[in-house]
């Protein structure tokens, strides 16, 4: 077992649980183990930043403080999390301004950050070469003639610092799970973030622009990796709810990898 | 007729010197002086539609247009996505500055209306069920406003419901978080 902090974040706790669960057992499938980081704290996601700058980079290193302490690489699920932290360590290392005052602040909260985690989302530890190898051997229920478009969203496609680099995590542990493959050229796009809360007239129609593409082409399942995405697809969708005969079913990821793998 | 482009139509608009230099601390030290108003930024934002683009907000900001800039709708309906940071030629953090002027933005806002509060409702309407958003969300402003800012969203779960105390890990992040806080207020620039 290759052991990694895990910070699950509020969505995970919240309303996205099955994600959180899903995640969990099929890491453990492929030979990882989640430990969970004790003590965690909001990363303050995309809200801090404009309530307070120094605040929306000494938050999340907080957390990471607290990996260091326990020495282990960092995973995390949420694309908003994955952003944010990464973002605080940019901040920290880039900008030695910045990264004495986030220390002067955690000093004050008795923690330190050194500025050496490692922080992964968990696409790119369940998709690295030898756990792909794994998924692919220990595939138990192929997910056979099922049509599956992957969705990426901004925040796991976007700027190599803060997002993961390009890639095909998702694709590959689709294909790895024997899905059919079905291709959309907006699954980097944004969906909307908090502007489906605030704007819906406007962000929805963007995001049900993502939702055509993956329908028009015949998938059955979009699969994310981010819980704001999910919230904000389900939301477009329910505004065209009996219009489609056949709706298009969104799912983290791992839910469809624990199906195929038989965690029940 | 081309340079006429390069500058937001302004009507009678005063060039405040201070404002760049503000809204550039607020992002944490961005050089908006290195922009070549290329508008790569305003090619990949997603919102930028038929408003003002981002390539136009930034040369706003840099001739100190501080009203013609906080009328924009840009800070308002910006994602955050970051792309235009992505795309920038000149390495510029162009997300970081809309996060400044959504600052200023939400602080020009009439006395009374919490920033703090404006900052995690969206958030928790996006992860809590309705019934319990209201309610709760004034229950734990009320009691202990830093719980949201230490658990999110999960502040309304673990205080919202008329719940008197922590658990005991949770109360330790708490009183870490007050601290940074409190520190944060103190070291933060305007
Ligand atoms: S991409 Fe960068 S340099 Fe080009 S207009 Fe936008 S901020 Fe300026
Ligand atoms: S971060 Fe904001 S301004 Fe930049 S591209 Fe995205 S929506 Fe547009």
């Not at chain 1, 809360?197 to 994310?224: F, H």
Request: charged fraction near 20%; proline fraction near 6%; charge should be positive.
């Amino acid at each position: 077992m290759i052991r990694y902090a895990y910070y699950p974040g509020c969505a995970l706790q919240t309303v996205a649980r099955d994600y959180d669960t899903s995640l969990r057992a099929v890491s453990r499938l492929l030979g990882f183990e989640l430990v969970v980081l004790e003590g965690w704290n909001c990363c303050g996601a995309m809200s801090l930043p404009t309530a307070n700058y120094l605040l929306s980079l000494a938050l999340p290193a907080r957390n990471l403080a607290l990996v260091e302490e326990i020495g282990l690489p960092l995973v995390v699920a949420c694309g908003t999390c994955l952003n944010t932290l990464r973002r605080s360590r940019h901040a920290c290392n880039q900008r030695p301004e910045w990264r004495s005052r986030v220390q002067a602040a955690l000093h004050r909260a008795g923690r330190t950050y050194r500025g050496e985690v490692e922080i992964g989302h968990a696409l790119e530890v369940l998709a690295g070469p030898l756990a792909l190898a794994k998924l692919r051997r220990q595939v138990r229920h192929p997910l056979k003639g099922l049509r599956v478009a992957v969705y990426y969203g901004c925040q796991l496609s976007g700027p190599g610092v803060q997002g993961l680099t390009p890639s095909s995590y998702l694709e590959e542990l689709m294909t790895g799970s024997g899905a059919e493959l079905v291709n959309i050229s907006q699954k980097a796009r944004c969906c909307g973030n908090n502007l489906v809360s605030t704007r819906p007239d406007e962000a929805l129609p963007l995001v049900q622009e993502i939702l055509n593409e993956a329908m028009t082409k015949g998938a059955q399942y979009l699969a994310v990796a981010c819980p704001m995405c999910r919230h904000n697809l389900l939301a477009a969708q329910k505004c065209t709810a009996g219009c489609t005969p056949i709706p298009l079913r969104i799912a983290y990821f791992s839910e469809l990898l624990a199906e195929a793998l038989g965690v029940t | 007729m081309a340079t006429a482009h390069y500058f937001p139509k302004t009507g009678m608009a005063m060039a405040e010197h201070d404002f760049p230099k503000l809204v550039a601390s607020l992002a944490g030290g961005a050089s908006l002086a290195a922009c070549c108003q290329c508008g790569a930024c305003s090619a990949v934002c997603p919102v930028a539609g038929p408003r003002d683009t981002v390539r136009q907000v930034i040369q706003g900001v840099r001739s100190g247009l501080r009203s013609w800039v906080l009328k924009s709708e840009l800070p308002r309906v910006c994602t955050v996505c970051g792309y235009c940071t992505t795309v920038c030629p000149q390495g510029i953090e162009v997300s970081e500055v809309i996060y400044a002027l959504k600052r200023v933005v939400l602080s020009s806002r009439p006395a009374g209306t919490s920033l703090f509060r404006d900052c995690f409702t969206h958030l928790a309407a996006a992860l809590l069920p309705e019934a319990i958003q209201e309610q709760g969300l004034a229950m734990v402003l009320d009691r202990e406003p830093l719980a949201l800012l230490a658990f999110g969203p999960m502040a309304l779960a673990m205080l919202g419901d008329g719940r008197t105390e922590l658990p005991g890990e949770n109360r330790k992040a708490l009183v870490e978080v007050q601290r940074l806080y409190q520190a944060a207020m103190e070291m933060e620039a305007p």
